[in-house]
């Protein structure tokens, strides 16, 4: 894997699986994260985290109400307590599957899947600064961004790769975090003098 880029004058030149086209990848500076996470929320809506989706899988055992809804909520319960458990996590999955058209249930699983599927299109159209290679449109940015049109154009599986790797670009792994040197000590000011 590259490591991560912290410059915004470095390019990120990166080839997707299967391809021969390169595409160039930025880093985003702090305001264009901060752009980029705006219309990540207008474009994807809000991530809804396991905590929700548990909380959620508990309501729809209750509305389904089954005979067993006490033992189901001890098993989600015994599944969240254990994340690491591949046989908790296993039986979990029985129960999600199971519950999945329960509406309330139903949405939030829709809403994280809408999230997941739009984060690389929205990171692409941030980070993108070129691309070259065998049938690709010429490239170009307006207002800081990819137009949407001419992103719609890339294939699916790369603007994948290209979304996922710019937003690997943004979250420094923990061996890049804290690589810089600390700032330099002040000198050590002068105590006031008095005259007198």
């Known amino acids: 894997m590259t490591q991560p880029i912290f410059s915004r004058r470095q390019v990120e030149s990166f080839i997707p699986p299967g391809t021969e086209r390169v595409y160039s990848i930025a880093p985003l500076t702090f305001r264009e994260r901060q752009a980029f996470r705006a219309d990540l929320a207008r474009e994807a809506g809000v991530y809804p985290g396991r905590a929700l989706l548990l909380d959620a899988l508990r309501a729809a055992v209750q509305e389904t109400s089954p005979d067993n809804a006490a033992e189901i909520l001890v098993v989600i319960e015994a599944a969240e307590a254990t994340p690491d458990d591949p046989a908790a996590q296993a039986r979990l999955q029985t129960i999600e599957a199971a519950c999945a058209t329960v509406p309330s249930y139903a949405a939030l699983l829709a809403a994280r899947q809408h999230y997941l599927g739009m ?6 159209r941030h980070a993108l600064r070129g691309w070259e290679g065998p049938g690709l449109p010429p490239f170009r940015r307006e207002r800081n961004l990819v137009p ?49």
């Open 119 to 124: 984060m690389p299109w929205v990171a692409a």
């Open 148 to 196: 949407a049109d001419l992103l719609d154009l890339l294939p699916d599986a790369e603007l994948e790769a290209i979304g996922w790797q710019a937003s690997a670009l943004m979250q420094p792994d923990a061996a890049a975090q804290g690589n810089s040197e600390a700032p330099s000590p002040l000198p050590e000011t002068p105590a006031p003098m008095t005259v007198g």
